[in-house]
């Protein structure tokens, strides 16, 4: 279970980890434009969830868990 987690939520340590996280996917990105939110997956680690645009509505394609020093895990497709 993950749940969503808004940024007045997150440490400043976390902010800084989950922006830094969103410029490297978006470096990644091949259309450069991605979307993304923080959550917590079950041990209340801070992940990110990724979104590609469907039409009017985004759809969640992917999670990334960053550990506390602020290392991306590998991403794992939904």
Do not use: W
């Not at 993950?2 to 902010?15: F, H, I, M, T, Y």
Request: hydrophobic share 40%.
């Amino acid at each position: 279970m993950k749940r969503a987690v808004g940024v007045d939520e997150l440490s400043d340590a976390e902010l800084r980890i989950f922006a830094n996280a969103v410029d490297h996917g978006r470096a990644a990105s091949p259309s450069g434009v991605m979307h993304s939110a923080p959550i917590r997956d079950e041990t209340g680690r801070l992940c990110e969830v990724r979104f590609y645009e469907d039409s009017a509505r985004q759809q969640p394609f992917a999670v990334v868990r960053i550990t506390p020093d602020g290392t991306m895990l590998p991403l794992e497709p939904l």
